[in-house]
């Protein structure tokens, strides 16, 4: 479960108080996109709150040491709007870098499941670009790929589904679905300024930062 | 007059000596101590790549030794011959080409002791020290050591570690290249130049070039491939907000690298003396 109780943050305007069951799907909309990047900071423990508690299935991130801070992140997957990629290092590279740097997985094990989870999202491009050289979609769809790769039991998309055209953005939600459906008690968080963009994604709980909340 | 003013405005907002010593000494002491926790990361970092097996740390450790060491050759290789034939041609000249085994004994003293580890330290510092800066304080701008951590990359451990054994495997390589290639090219040149029979030379270098010698050399190539590292990682990672931060970031790797450099050389040679 995701808790925010009571939350003051740099950043946020509000309060924020609500709380996200676990497998569920919920939206978030926020005033601005910096409210979406500190809500999604809070949740991986970049950002203590100046009040209140963030919790996810009852763990504050923010009291964590530097090692368990890491295992718990593994457990998250965050797809950002510009994918959140290392600029110097291609997309194959990028894609693999947790699990290569894990150092649980033989080279053909690693190598069969980028391929796998790049079929997946419907990736065709070239896997030796540098990131710079992709589509914000191309972007998206690599870090939706790598997200899968650990096979996380929170995932925040943080203005994933804007900044799209109608395809791109029903293929994404799309694969949001389809990865949230898939069950073992996953929880799907969207974080959005524009409510507009969660039309596609049948979202069990909509909070507004203002305070509105829609079930 | 107009001189006059500027100087009397310098003066008057300059700030006490006192004041000044204060403040360079405050951040020397913060330099030395961000260089010690970050060799204690290092450290720690190493144990756990080789306790996981982690093929990514690895891989920019590489790429590292790669980018410091070859590209750093080219240039390794045109200051080596320069030294070689520079240094025979001084000591020919003073001993009129006659002593061969004082050249050769010289040439280890100065040469494989001093300006090899420190010429090879200098590319290495104007090449790859504020490369590694300004590489981190982009990253750092860009938010991108906070898209590794979310990861679970411990961003110190997959950044400093490989760089900093990197660079400090890289310059001990090019320390050995340096000195190969002056010698050879000393031998060369004083053997066509001054006809001195290359077994004196030979002679006199075999007679000096103990054990102690080049564990001096390698020992101050991998200390100061280390350092330079640890200051461009220590530099970049300071990048705060503004773009402006990062040039500032290498130009500082720079001359920290250098002063710092300079005072290990002292100390090496007077450990190994004492």
Redesign the interface.
């Known amino acids: 479960m995701v808790l925010f109780s009571e939350v003051v943050s740099d950043g946020v305007d509000s309060i924020l108080d609500f709380s996200i069951q676990k497998g569920s799907a919920a939206g978030i909309v926020t005033s601005r996109e910096v409210e979406s990047e500190v809500i999604a900071?809070l949740l991986?423990g970049?950002l203590a709150p100046l009040e209140g508690t963030v919790s996810v299935n009852g763990i504050q991130p923010y009291l964590l040491n530097?090692?368990d801070l890491?295992?718990?992140?593994?457990k998250?997957g965050?797809i950002?709007s510009d994918g959140?990629?290392?600029?110097?290092l291609n997309v194959w590279?990028n894609l693999t870098?947790?699990l290569?740097?894990?150092?649980?997985l033989k080279?053909a094990e690693i190598v069969e499941r980028g391929m796998k989870s790049l079929e997946t999202v419907g990736y065709k491009g070239s896997l030796y670009v540098l990131p710079s050289r992709l589509s914000i979609f191309e972007r998206r769809q690599i870090a939706f790929a790598?997200a899968l790769l650990m096979q996380p039991i929170l995932m925040i998309y943080q203005s994933t589904l804007e900044g799209l055209s109608r395809s791109e953005q029903s293929q994404l939600s799309s694969l949001a679905l389809a990865y949230h459906r898939q069950g073992g008690g996953r929880t799907s968080l969207f974080l959005t300024s524009y409510q507009d963009s969660l039309k596609g994604i049948q979202a069990d709980l909509i909070y507004n930062t203002g305070g509105a909340i829609q079930s | 007059m107009v001189i006059n003013r500027i100087y009397l405005i310098d003066r008057s907002e300059s700030e006490p000596m006192v004041s000044y010593l204060g403040r360079s000494a405050l951040a020397a002491y913060i330099t030395i101590a961000d260089l010690i926790a970050l060799f204690t990361t290092v450290f720690r970092g190493l144990i756990d790549t080789i306790v996981?097996?982690?093929?990514?740390?690895v891989?920019v450790c590489m790429r590292q030794v790669f980018f410091t060491g070859n590209e750093a050759f080219k240039v390794v290789f045109v200051i080596s011959i320069a030294v070689g034939i520079a240094i025979i041609s001084q000591m020919s000249n003073v001993t009129d080409a006659g002593r061969g085994s004082l050249i050769g004994k010289v040439f280890v003293w100065v040469v494989i002791r001093e300006i090899a580890p420190l010429i090879t330290a200098l590319v290495v510092i104007a090449r790859s020290g504020s490369a590694i800066a300004i590489?981190l304080g982009?990253?750092k701008l860009?938010g991108?050591i906070?898209?590794?951590?979310?990861?679970?990359?411990?961003g110190e451990q997959?950044l400093l570690m490989p760089r900093v054994l990197g660079v400090g495997v890289a310059l001990f390589i090019l320390n050995v290249y340096f000195n190969l290639i002056a010698v050879s090219s000393g031998l060369l040149v004083s053997w066509l130049g001054w006809q001195i029979p290359l077994s004196h030379i030979k002679q006199g270098i075999i007679s000096v070039l103990t054990l102690r010698e080049l564990l001096i050399s390698s020992s101050k190539s991998l200390l100061f491939g280390f350092v330079i590292a640890a200051l461009g990682c220590n530099a970049g990672l300071r990048v705060g907000d503004s773009i402006t931060q990062i040039p500032q970031a290498g130009t500082k790797s720079v001359i920290h690298s250098l002063v710092i450099v300079f005072i290990l050389d002292v100390l090496v040679s007077f450990t190994f003396i004492f």
């Open positions: 900071r991986l970049f530097d090692k890491s295992e718990f992140r593994k998250i965050v950002y959140g990629f290392i600029s110097n590279d870098l947790q290569s740097y894990d150092g649980s080279k790598r | 996981h097996g982690r093929r990514s740390v891989q590489e982009q990253m860009k991108e906070e898209y590794l951590e979310t990861l679970g990359i411990q997959y």
